[in-house]
């Protein structure tokens, strides 16, 4: 069995130090309390995996207390003991949550035999918990991450994307809100794919200055613009044979769209300089947090474009519309933080997770990822600590900062603002603005931000 950490509560002495000497014994972390009240300061200071309580305790029936821990804290097992055998005081027991009951005076065989039926209850459980990734080790390995979830929102689009993946010379369009893994799927899209031993390249059309554009994207030869001091390779040829994902395709510049069509649709790229189109084989899947459609009928977005860039369109469902995931990746990130910072893994108390699944989660997934890497940074006692936005201090921008309705001027002053509080770290900057460190990077390239 694993070291457990053991809470004993009971009023009498000499049980109490005869289950910590047994407990010991068996190299479990043990500690003991006679007060009720003393309880719950232990819970929030300790890691604890298993309750022993007394049924009949001063101040307070064992009973209320099994009920006010299983409020508190779902995942520690109780076992209750009493003195009598009575079949209610059973029932009672295990409708108030107890993992279960032994009556007095106790065998310490019988202990032993509750304790080890928690231990694998916990196993089981725990295996239960990794077994909501909902991609294979191969594929996790792949795009570096996992995908966690249990509702059939997150499947069925899961089940979308692996049937596009097959069909490789289909281009895809995912539409969803910002943090919801667009680009996560895009890449399961490719590991999926006969393309996958080819290049997956991700380009943020956001990202990259009005100016360079079409270098960027078709590239460039030496000579061809002042400062093209030599050939440049863009990203279509650098994703030659495999898959180019263009990120905000709403960004891009209604006057580069008819060369990218020109592109998608005959394999051909025109080089900035050069008078020799060059052959790609290049699958495009494109992603964008905007009313593309409505960008059409505005006529900001070609409408030749957007149809052919929408063969297959996924849609990832917003954090807010898959609520039952909540507690499954809120487990996810816990332990990915606590093993990544080499910590215990804290308990998260039910108030928590209630609170989390009435959270709007404007920032999806991202958002909560951010969350709980901030609450396991600052992570001291037993239980997770989580802080929600409106909790946190808030930045402070110029005094006349209101007056500005230049979108991007106030998104530098808010990353500077960022910057400046961390103390120039990227990490915590990027925390502070609900927002991943790859994104501030990318942001931080664009407004040329000199750290």
Not at 87 to 92: K, L, P
Not at 168 to 176: A, K, M, W
Not at 396 to 416: A, C, G, M, W, Y
């Amino acid at each position: 069995m694993q070291n457990l950490n053991i809470l004993i509560i009971d009023d009498k002495q000499l049980l109490a130090d005869e289950l910590l000497e047994f407990f010991e014994e068996h190299t479990f972390h043990t500690c003991t309390t006679h007060r009720p009240s003393q309880v719950f300061s232990i819970l929030q200071a300790e890691a604890i995996d298993v309750v022993v309580v007394n049924m009949h305790l001063p101040g307070m029936s064992g009973l209320d207390l099994l009920r006010e821990i299983k409020k508190d804290y779902p995942d520690i097992n109780v076992i209750v003991v009493s003195g009598h055998d009575a079949m209610d005081a059973v029932i009672q027991s295990i409708h108030a949550g107890a993992f279960d009951f032994l009556q007095n005076p106790i065998r310490l065989s019988e202990m032993k035999a509750a304790i080890e039926r928690t231990e694998k209850f916990r196993q089981r459980t725990q295996e239960g918990q990794r077994s909501h990734s909902l991609i294979s080790k191969e594929l996790q390995h792949a795009i570096d991450a996992d995908i966690i979830g249990r509702s059939q929102a997150i499947k069925n689009i899961l089940d979308m994307a692996s049937t596009a993946a097959q069909h490789d010379e289909t281009n895809v369009l995912i539409l969803g809100e910002s943090g919801t893994g667009k680009e996560l799927i895009a890449r399961m899209i490719h590991y999926h794919s006969p393309r996958s031993r080819h290049r997956f390249y991700a380009v943020n059309c956001s990202a990259i200055p009005r100016e360079l554009f079409e270098s960027e994207l078709f590239g460039h030869k030496k000579g061809a613009f002042t400062g093209a001091l030599e050939s440049k390779k863009g990203c279509f040829q650098l994703a030659d044979g495999g898959t180019l994902f263009l990120d905000e395709i709403g960004d891009l510049p209604i006057e580069l769209q008819a060369k990218l069509l020109r592109v998608i649709e005959d394999k051909m790229v025109d080089v900035v300089g050069s008078e020799n189109p060059q052959k790609v084989d290049v699958r495009v899947i494109a992603a964008a947090n905007q009313d593309l459609p409505g960008k059409v009928k505005k006529g900001e977005f070609r409408t030749d474009l957007y149809y052919r860039l929408n063969t297959v369109v996924i849609k990832p469902p917003p954090l807010r519309e898959r609520q039952e995931d909540i507690q499954v990746l809120v487990e996810h990130f816990v332990r990915f933080f606590a093993e990544k910072m080499k910590k215990p893994i804290p308990t998260i108390r039910r108030h928590t997770l209630e609170r989390l699944q009435q959270h709007a989660f404007p920032g999806n997934i991202r958002e909560l990822r951010n969350m709980i890497e901030r609450a396991m940074i600052f992570s001291k006692g037993a239980s997770l600590n989580v802080t929600f936005p409106e909790e946190t201090d808030e930045i402070r921008l110029p005094s006349n900062s209101h007056k500005i309705f230049d979108l991007q001027r106030v998104e530098k002053e808010t990353i500077l603002a960022a910057l400046q509080e961390s103390g120039n770290n990227q990490v915590k900057a990027a925390i502070l603005l609900n927002i991943s460190r790859q994104a501030l990077e990318r942001r931080i390239k664009k407004y040329q931000i000199v750290l």
